[in-house]
């Protein structure tokens, strides 16, 4: 932290998520681990910011582990933290059961990021430990829609590992619909979707590329009425969106 405020550390530079501000003092530890060491992913979503502002190779299981430990080992986390896992696409990660196990022996909270194109095993059995909720970015119901969208056709596969993963605890599993010009049409459907599956919960958002125009802004508002109308909890990722 002290060469990021002399100049920058030489792995740092360059990094989109490096951050030069006074922090406030804190008596507690950190209590938010994110982990992005792995950019694999099997899609190519049109508002994707991860893979094309990131030039960082995948990072081996082991090394991350390392870094956990150590951060354990000084005791720099509170016993609170939420350690979140995203990508790229976790499922695809080589070594995630591994990074699963260790963080879940803690009294750590888990948050995974997925697409859910790939059902998951090491995920599933993250989920039955209670400490873990994954957002499944679905984004649409039409496969059509999916496709111009995500850049390929797994909308049957999403949204069957949603419901398989609901079965396992819907408190924990909450779909994402980032809301765009090319899916405003299925908010209604989606909704449905989502409680058909089997879930207590949705996100939604709007794509980070833009700034959100009149009719995005409605399409939310849209979503979180419709949510209401249907007793399943609407979560914006951005609550004072207003005031952006």
């Known amino acids: 932290m002290e060469e990021n405020q002399a100049g920058g550390y030489p792995k740092c530079r360059g990094c989109k998520d490096l951050r030069k501000k006074m922090w406030p003092y804190r008596r507690d530890l950190f209590n938010y681990l994110n982990l992005c060491h792995d950019i694999s992913c099997n899609l190519l979503c049109n508002f994707c910011i991860v893979i094309e502002d990131c030039s960082v190779v995948s990072a081996p ?16 986390l509170s016993r609170n933290t939420s350690v979140v896992i995203g990508g790229g696409e976790p499922a695809m990660m080589r070594g995630l059961e591994k990074v699963l196990d260790f963080v879940n022996k803690s009294e750590y909270q888990v948050l995974i990021c997925t697409n859910g194109t790939i059902f998951s095993e090491a995920i599933g059995n993250s989920l039955r430990t209670g400490k873990t909720t994954i957002i499944v970015s679905a984004d649409a119901v039409s496969r059509d829609i999916y496709k111009i ?30 809301i765009m010009e090319e899916n405003a049409g299925e908010i209604e459907d989606f909704v449905q979707r989502c409680i058909e599956s089997g879930v207590k919960s949705i996100i939604f958002d709007y794509n980070q590329k833009t700034t959100p125009n009149q009719k995005i802004i409605d399409a939310m508002k849209r979503f979180e009425k419709y949510c209401d109308d249907h007793n399943i909890l609407g979560i914006p990722a951005h609550p004072n969106l207003e005031e952006t």
Not at 61 to 76: A, G, H
Request: a positive charge; hydrophobic letters at 40%; charged letters at 35%.
């Open 149 to 178: 969208i995500k850049g390929k056709d797994f909308c049957h596969h999403v949204w069957e590992n949603i419901k398989k993963y609901a079965e396992i605890d819907g408190t924990k599993v909450i779909p994402k619909m980032i």
């Open 61 to 76: 299981t082991d090394e991350v582990l390392r870094v956990i430990r150590m951060l354990i080992d000084s005791n720099y």
